[in-house]
């Protein structure tokens, strides 16, 4: 790597020596406890990975929290995974229970392995975005009271449980191949400031931000500003993002939708895509009962009904979508048909395929 302040620095020159001197050759690891894991090299050598749950949006003092632990008990080292959740390396086994002791004085639970829920992946929600139709921050707050349980292992699963949520369908928060995730969704045009647009934005710039072409001039020449075709909007909020004068988030009409049966592995089965299996839900801050009342009921029905080692779409896929639908006391309604006509085109895309 070139001497210089371009890019990342060299990770190597920041993992654990332990880390450093098998890298590549771990052989196994083993599943201690909720939260904890340990990993063996074909060396023989162990290190110890002690995982809590955390807030996505956390301040400094925070992070200097965690990092006077990791530099007490740990030489330092602490990373986050994808899903947010703080690891602590250690190859003592020793300091585990002091470890643990002091993350919960932090607040913060132990918990996110084995057959479990992980933390929550999600967006920025209304503290930060623009184009969010529901919140992030607050409504995984609720849900996450709801599944603390499964979190901590006191709840087990049949196996490891993604949940996601991405605040509008430009899918920041990656939803759409997860056990169950929530997203966001808008179900009302753009407002448009027909005296705001001429002096903040570029109409042609705007017309071209519409996928649909539902965005055209205004008939009246003498308006600098554009018109929306409701029947051709998506709703999918683009026109915002160049032009301000078309707010589209509105606390009336927004609400979110869920998926569920998605997953990035390829084991046992090829990854799938999340299914729709509510279409709209309205917002009902601060805590969201009926998106948690949901969740809560598909995860229970799932840690029944489900078969050990399988993931949430595996167990649909075993029991058919008409029974998953009849187990969780969900509503079947048009919105659910499938009707993606190049669908076939998708079959041969995963190492499952066989001719």
Known sequence: ?????IGPPNFRTLIPKVVE???GQWKYHEY???GVLKHVAESGDALYSIRCGSPKLVSTDFIRDLCDIADKYCEGHLRF???YNPEFLTTKKENIEPIIKA???LGLPVGGTGKVISNMIHTQGWIHCHSAATDAS???KAIMDEMYPYFIGEKTLPHKLKLSLACCINMCGAIHATDLAVVGVHTHIPNVDDQKLGALCEIPTTLASCPT??????PDKDVKSVTVNADKCM???NCYTVCPAMPIASPEHDGVAIYAGGKCANARSAPKFSRLIIPYIPNNPPRWPEVTGVLKKIVETYAEDGRPYERVGEWIDRIGWEKFFDLTGLPFTEYHIDDFKYARTTYRTTTQFKW
């Open 1 to 5: 790597m070139a001497k210089t302040d």
């Open 21 to 23: 001197k098998n890298y």
């Open 32 to 34: 201690v406890k909720p």
């Open 81 to 83: 995974t994808s899903r």
């Open 103 to 105: 993350i919960n004085k």
């Open 138 to 140: 607050g409504l995984v």
């Open 213 to 218: 072409g539902a965005i055209r001039r205004h």
């Open 235 to 237: 709703y999918c909020g």
